[in-house]
């Protein structure tokens, strides 16, 4: 089975839990952390008789926000629909939904063109481990979804998980959506197509996809299924299918619907929204409050700052860091030691929060760690006792001087008593001396450890490599 001969064509729709106080056309709380079943709710998103919805126009705004992120063109005027279908989970018999008028068409995230950006209203959420019954918990019902669909640009699993994470962090960077994909704040569902031609095969839909390795593992699991079907002569059917994490494969749920299968029209209880005409909805006035976005984070940090994109990935991800890295860099001296600097950031500091989970705040000041990396980078302290102080720095605090000087982590740089250690060296390792004579490299390095040992790390070793090459070249 050789993929190379095949065309893969994917297409992304995610959807997005809207961080707003109250659920999309009701005044019900929106919290997605409520364990207890059934207490977010009203009349109006429980659909009781004679009740009116309401647009929430926070979570409008929030989709503008997004529409405007990423380019889009944002619409003047816009309307809700009735999507007509029924489960459990839909108390109304139809959600409301948007299909004619998106707020926002267009716009790229990554490269990978955007078809449209819309905003609906969540479903209630389904139970199905209590015996032969279910449960429906209402809590959920209501809360704003934004729907974000790309055109079918993506072509390998690795590009989809690719635009799935960096739409995750746009949405955090804008505060719009917590985006967390445990808790089914942000769900993926992937349209699949393979061809051994430019015209797209038949498409297949993986729902409810809930992390980004389960994106990629879905999507390679259907392109091999779909090439060993056109290898072997076997029919494929467009249908909607689900991913079984227990068996790595993916089942048919049902035959895949069409947009008139939903008979949509439009929702004759919510007025038409003409959005240039919302003082709050002012493109202008949004985008110059919007914050940084990842990749112009992302740009700064490797072309301005000059730092690994490994370096500038964790800062884009995890702001805490980048924050941190922007205070050292303003408190650096030479510039030049931003790499330098980043490298202990995220190694270093990094792996110390490791366990402990992100924090809110680093418990170590800009200045000093600046400090730190200003001795490391003038070679008044090795790399190895760095490490030591900033492990006390984070332990109990300190100045990175202060602390070096208590516990004799200074670098030794006088050359006359590093000379008589290195003449005691070759006097009691004589035959490793006639190794490195001999061309062996590994007895230099020998004779540099046991250098290191004897002055409990504190030699300089650029010094003690220097000392010991040349006296024992005499």
């Known amino acids: 089975m050789e993929e190379s001969k095949y065309k893969t064509t994917i297409g992304l729709e995610i959807h997005a839990e809207l961080k707003t106080q109250t659920k999309m056309f009701c005044d019900s709380k929106n919290d997605p952390d409520e364990k207890t079943p059934n207490i977010n709710i009203c009349p109006v998103c429980t659909a009781q008789p004679g009740t009116l919805p309401v647009i929430n126009k926070e979570a409008v705004k929030n989709v503008i926000k997004v529409g405007v992120a ?13 999507k007509n279908y029924f489960y459990p989970d839909i108390p109304k018999g139809y959600q409301i939904s948007q299909y004619k008028y998106p707020i926002v068409k267009g716009g790229s995230i990554l490269g990978f063109e955007l078809t449209r950006i819309h905003l609906e209203e969540d479903t209630a959420r389904s139970t199905h481990d209590k015996g032969e019954h279910s449960l429906v918990d209402f809590n959920r ?31 955090r960077t804008l505060g719009v959506s917590d985006a ?13 197509s393979v061809s051994k031609t430019d015209r797209l095969g038949t498409k297949v839909e993986v729902k409810n996809l809930n992390s980004f390795k389960v994106v990629e593992k879905a999507i390679q699991y259907e392109v091999e299924r779909h090439i060993k079907a056109l290898e072997s002569g076997e029919e494929l059917v467009q249908e909607t299918r689900g991913w079984d994490e227990a ?34 909805f002012d493109i202008e006035k949004i985008k110059s409050g919007l914050p940084e976005l990842p990749w112009e984070k992302r740009e700064r940090y490797i072309n301005i700052y000059n730092i690994k994109k490994e370096d500038a990935d964790v800062y884009v991800v995890y702001p805490v860091y980048g924050k941190f890295f922007d205070s050292v860099y303003e408190a650096l001296e030479n510039k030049k030691d931003a790499q330098l600097a980043s490298n202990y950031i995220t190694s270093d500091l990094f792996g110390y929060f490791k366990d402990l989970g992100v924090p809110d705040n680093l418990s170590i000041s800009a200045i ?65 001396v006639e190794e490195y004579k001999k061309g062996k490299e590994t007895a230099l390095k020998f004779l540099m450890g046991q250098g290191m040992k004897a002055t409990k790390g504190s030699a300089d070793p650029q010094m003690l490599e220097k000392l010991l090459k040349e006296l024992i070249g005499q």
């Open 247 to 280: 068996k790595q494969k993916t089942f048919s749920q049902r035959i895949k619907e069409t947009s008139e299968d939903y008979r949509y029209f439009p929702d004759p209880d919510l007025p038409k929204l003409r959005l240039d005409e919302v003082p709050e």
């Open 180 to 192: 967390n994909m445990e808790k089914g704040e942000m769900r993926v569902e992937a349209n699949i």
């Open 70 to 82: 990423v380019g889009g063109e944002i619409a003047t005027f816009t309307e809700f629909d009735r």
């Open 368 to 432: 000093d760690f600046a400090d730190l990396i200003k001795i490391v980078s003038s070679g008044d302290v090795s790399s190895r006792g760095a490490k030591d102080i900033l492990k006390i720095m984070l332990d109990k605090g300190g100045a990175p001087m202060d602390i070096a000087k208590e516990n004799n982590l200074l670098q030794m740089k006088d050359e006359g008593a590093i000379k008589e250690i290195v003449e005691s060296l070759i006097r009691d390792n004589s035959g490793v």
């Open 141 to 171: 019902a209501g809360i704003p979804l934004m729907e974000l669909v790309t055109e079918p640009v993506i072509h390998s699993p690795v590009e989809a998980g690719r635009f799935a994470r960096e739409l995750q962090l746009l949405l």
